[in-house]
């Protein structure tokens, strides 16, 4: 709605391959302007906070090697997770996919005769579409992020993950809360703005019973949920229904509650640039008087053990959705997020999506970087993304290619041949001497080559070739060195 | 618990045969595990250096970048600090967890004592004292581990206005060292850093979206 002619498609079996994708982006100056202006901001607070920390590259290194043991051992503590949690009250539940958790939510809702729902942002409800699937089951949900309101009420998709309206400006914030809540008066101060909110939501808060969010971190020791958040609808959510249902990946377990030490250190300065989130609750099945008194946590697979079963690819489920890294990344920096056809956006989203389809969809993410290794430097826990990224990139090829047909594919033989005359120096001289030659028929006066015969001729079409020089650097080293004997 | 949804054992044990398929090859035999974790690199800094003085000095500034108020008192003045709080902040009705002292109820105000409130009766009060388990300098954290001193997690919620008594003892100067302190897990704790806060429109930071707007401490000296 707030970009005029087009909605994004967010649901990566349907969204458009991201070349395609982005150019609606890219033909609205408006857009662009908010994207840029909201990650300058958050970038020059992150950089600020990160350089005070004398100690972050080991905060990292602590970070990565939890994360990277608790997907190592993930199968112990998934199930010492269940265990502890199951002892304090909890009820723990197994999705193997989207639609199975779907179904466990809509049927614990209907349990509670619930007709409405109360949610905290959460991407993995939006990874599995859950919001509409929820209405058509006649449960109306309400979002309670400020960014989620904008975007539901103005019938927008998010295009980020910690902030995920950082596309709309304060004028179209303004006229979506206007049309919506019939707040003729509103002005677009974003003071006033909030207050429409708060005043919107408290009745929502008192009266609705039932709750749904995600987690941040499971803690396999205690069993414990943590939710990180910074308005405080989160903790209303976790504290005035009478029932609460947690969605969370299961990749989100970390072993133990200490190790929050670490994740709440590197998650706030990387996600907000803040020193510490304004509110962090934790919380361990039910307690008896404070809070919900029933609680159910949905683990979701989804695709995850797949990604775990690969020896590159594993490290991509370490990630805390912090967004540093499409924060720092130039093509997000222009794209914004729609244009990756998923809730998962940017860097992360371009190894995530694809693995989560299991490449069957989204096969044009792992091209949409520039593999500058800007996402790899910022990462609190260390995801080498342009390692994932190339790692997708040839099984992306493989699966395209015909493996019968590979024989008459122009591209697979040069490569072939090529690699195979890189890899012996008899060869590689060899064929160095007759492309000197036959490359000479080809060179012009001006020493370039301006067209070249059959499928080269494309690439000459838009560009010349400088001609090859006389002699090669190995020809004149030895040259040289037989002079100066 | 009354829970009425079919266990699906399938899929839990499915998907515990996927994912030790997928790790078989680097997941650790039971007692490998806990040395594997003890082994975990913790080069960061745990512990931090400042003096008692400078490290309450920093607290105290990172609350106040928060735009929390903060009042400084010895261990003989709480009292007297709260009701002069109280009295500054134009506000009558307060509600407080049963665990708190009674001497920090100061006559002329109306005190709601937390036996079982509902959410209505919390939410009608102006305002709420509470204890704290701990305060983290380097971020101006405060921890409540809601105990019966520091309430139940509704009640630093629902009013605008929080007054949080904090002891210099309880105040370390990293998030490490509040694990640390942490003998056990606690099954509930809120950490808060300052009021809640959004910069969700144009990344204009805007304070007090749903919980108190106003955040007041009171240090208690006693170091
Ligand atoms: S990949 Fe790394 S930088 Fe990107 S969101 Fe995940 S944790 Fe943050």
Redesign the pocket.
């Known amino acids: 709605m707030s970009h005029g002619s087009y909605h994004p498609i967010l649901d990566p079996t349907k969204a458009p391959a991201f070349p395609s994708a982005v150019l609606p982006v890219l033909r609205n100056p408006q857009l662009r302007k908010n994207v840029a202006h909201a990650i300058d901001v958050i970038q020059a607070k992150r950089g600020k906070l990160v350089a005070e920390k004398t100690d972050w590259q080991e905060l990292r290194t602590a970070g990565a090697a939890i994360r990277a043991h608790a997907l190592e051992n993930l199968g112990f503590y998934l199930e010492q997770f269940e265990e502890r949690c199951t002892a304090a009250g909890g009820v723990v539940h197994w999705a193997a996919d989207a639609a199975e958790a779907r179904q466990i939510i809509v049927k614990l809702l209907r349990e509670e005769n619930a007709s409405e729902v109360i949610k905290i942002k959460t991407m993995t409800s939006a990874e599995i579409q859950l919001n509409p699937f929820l209405e058509s089951a006649g449960v109306r949900t309400y979002e309670t992020d400020l960014a989620e309101i904008i975007l539901q009420l103005g019938e927008d998709e998010p295009s980020h993950?910690v902030v995920p309206a950082l596309h709309v400006n304060r004028s179209q914030v303004r006229e979506i809360f206007s049309r919506t809540m019939g707040l003729k008066d509103l002005s677009d101060d974003p003071k006033e703005l909030t207050n429409a909110v708060r005043t919107y939501l408290r009745r929502k808060f008192l009266d609705i019973p039932t709750a749904i969010s995600g987690a941040n971190f499971l803690v396999a020791e205690t069993g414990s949920v943590v939710v990180v958040e910074s308005e405080g609808n989160g903790r209303m959510c976790l504290t005035l229904p009478r029932t609460m249902i947690t969605l969370a990946g299961i990749e989100k377990v970390l072993p133990r509650f200490q190790d929050l030490e670490v994740m709440l250190q590197v998650l706030a300065r990387?996600a907000t640039g803040e020193r510490m989130n304004p509110y962090t609750s934790v919380w361990t099945g039910v307690k008896p008087g404070d809070g919900p008194q029933k609680f159910h946590v949905v683990l979701l697979d989804n695709g995850r053990s797949s990604i775990l079963a690969k020896k590159t690819e594993r490290q991509t489920l370490?990630?805390?959705?912090?967004?540093?890294?499409?924060n720092a990344c130039p093509v997000y920096r222009q794209t914004g997020g729609h244009a990756y056809g998923s809730v998962y956006p940017?860097?992360?989203g371009a190894i995530l999506t694809p693995q989560l389809m299991e490449l069957h969809h989204a096969r044009s993410l792992p091209y949409a970087s520039s593999l500058c290794g800007a996402?790899y430097e910022?990462?609190?826990?260390k995801?080498n993304?342009p390692e994932v990224l190339l790692e997708l990139r040839s099984r992306v090829v493989n699966q395209g290619r015909d493996q019968a047909g590979r024989l008459f594919d122009p591209m697979y033989l040069g490569l072939r041949i090529a690699s195979l005359i890189f890899s012996r120096a008899w060869l590689f001289h060899t064929a160095q001497f007759f492309g000197r030659v036959g490359l000479r028929f080809l060179r012009r006066k001006d020493g370039w080559i301006h067209s070249l015969p059959s499928i080269g001729g494309k690439w000459t079409q838009t560009r010349d070739l400088r001609g090859l020089p006389s002699q090669t650097f190995h020809g004149w080293w030895a040259a040289r060195k037989r002079e100066t004997k | 618990m009354n829970v009425h949804v079919q266990p699906r054992p399938r899929s839990r044990q499915m998907i515990l045969e996927r994912v030790r398929a997928a790790t078989h090859s680097v997941t650790k035999g039971a007692g490998e595990l806990e040395d594997a974790y003890a082994a975990l690199p913790r080069g960061y800094v745990r512990s931090g250096g400042l003096s008692g003085e400078a490290r309450i000095a920093l607290m105290i500034e990172r609350l106040r970048e928060y735009g929390a108020e903060v009042i400084e008192c010895g261990p003989e003045q709480v009292q007297a600090a709260i009701a002069a709080q109280l009295a500054s902040s134009g506000k009558h009705t307060f509600v407080v967890p049963a665990g708190l002292s009674a001497a920090w109820l100061t006559p002329g105000f109306e005190w709601k004592i937390d036996r079982d409130l509902i959410a209505s009766e919390i939410e009608q009060a102006e305002g709420v004292v509470t204890a704290a388990f701990c305060g983290v300098a380097d971020s101006g954290t405060i921890v409540l581990h809601h105990s019966a001193a520091e309430a139940r997690r509704v009640l630093t919620l629902l009013p605008d206005w929080h007054l949080c008594v904090l002891r210099a003892r309880q105040v370390v100067e990293t998030l490490p060292e509040y694990f640390a302190r942490c003998e056990q897990a606690p099954g509930l704790a809120t950490y808060i850093s300052g009021p809640s806060a959004t910069a969700d429109i144009e990344m204009t930071r805007i304070k007090g979206v749903h919980g108190p707007r106003l955040l007041h401490v009171v240090m208690v000296r006693d170091e």
């Open positions: 993950i990387s370490r990630c805390i959705r912090c967004a540093a890294c499409m940017g860097p992360i996402c910022v990462c609190p826990v995801i993304i």
